[in-house]
């Protein structure tokens, strides 16, 4: 077992907005990885939201393929995506469920198992995901803080003006496999956007890894905190602070237990165009990405991770 990491942790209730900044920009530049605790996500909304999805991965599989994936939304099989193919040829031990915005983006492709199969399924979904996309929002405002820039900066840029947030929804069915390869649940990536806010049932199997650059790669364990989000920084955030802030590598060992998470990818418009921030170059530390317009390094990304 790997030692477990100390993540700091945030308070998203705290009236003090710039202290918390401060912490925020910490966590943001030593781990790019956080508890966000006080977040206002009742309880019983988040264990409604499990008890549902546990209900539509019991489904059988042809029911479930009858929602597989189109437009980014929908079912996905186990193995279907690879999120690092160099690790692991066969693709990941997982399933996943993909709703994505509820208003604009063409929010008509989502896809909904049917009234009579889960009658609650579409309500207790939406509800999460406008109340995850809320929070995401607030956390966005300290994380501009954090940078010393004005609050509402990444609305002003058009990032979050008509956010492109995903929410997903994953289950690790909990077998080995015989193989002599390792089947991760999820292999090593990074996310891909500004902010995933992910939630877990509590079993173990998320680690991080701080020194993506480092051989050999050093992971270490992220603990359930029960109410926490755990926050985590994606690529776009990356490439806006020239790596100041870090987008970490992470991934899910397989450890013979069932598990269910459920991540929320607050990603920018993708009209938005993501470059490198004043604040965060200068001449002796040019920028180290070139300009990209979000929904073209979105659809880059994820074509990579399905293409096996
Ligand atoms: O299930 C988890 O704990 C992490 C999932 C994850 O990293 C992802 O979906 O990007
Ligand atoms: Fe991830």
């Not at 309880?43 to 393929?65: A, I, P, T, Y």
């Not at 939406?126 to 607030?138: A, I, P």
Request: proline share 6%.
């Amino acid at each position: 077992m790997a030692e477990s990491l100390e993540l700091p942790v945030i308070d998203l209730s705290s009236p003090d907005r710039i202290s918390t900044a401060n912490s925020i920009r910490q966590a943001c530049i030593e781990y790019g990885f956080f508890y966000l605790i006080n977040h206002g996500v009742e309880e019983q909304l988040l264990q409604n939201v499990f008890d549902q999805s546990r209900k539509f991965f019991s489904l059988s599989l042809e029911e479930k393929m009858k929602l597989s994936l189109k437009e980014y939304r929908g079912f996905s099989p186990i193995y279907a995506e690879n999120l690092d193919s160099s690790t692991s040829s066969k693709g990941d031990l997982k399933e996943t469920f993909h709703i994505g915005p509820l208003e604009g983006h063409e929010s008509h492709v989502n896809q909904w198992p049917s009234k009579e199969m889960l009658p609650s399924w579409r309500l207790i979904m939406e509800e999460y995901y406008q109340k995850v996309l809320s929070v995401g929002k607030r956390l966005s405002s300290l994380i501009a803080m954090a940078l010393n820039l004005e609050d509402d900066f990444f609305e002003k840029i058009g990032a979050l003006d008509k956010p492109f947030g995903f929410l997903r929804l994953l289950h690790y069915p909990g077998e080995m496999g015989a193989s002599d390869e390792v089947i991760y649940g999820a292999s090593a990536h990074s996310d891909y956007g500004m902010i995933t806010l992910l939630e877990t049932d509590a079993v173990p199997g998320l680690q991080v890894c701080r020194e993506k650059l480092k051989q050999p790669r050093i992971w270490e364990d992220v603990d359930h905190v029960k109410g926490a989000f755990i926050i985590n920084l994606g690529d776009m955030m990356e490439r806006w602070t020239n790596c100041l802030f870090r987008s970490t590598l992470h991934r899910v060992m397989p450890i013979g237990k069932e598990r269910y998470s459920m991540a929320f990818f607050l990603d920018p418009n993708p009209d938005c165009m993501v470059e490198c921030l004043k604040s965060c170059c200068n001449d002796s530390s040019p920028p180290l990405f070139p300009p990209i317009r979000s929904g073209d390094y979105l659809r880059e990304r994820i074509s990579a991770a399905y293409s096996s």
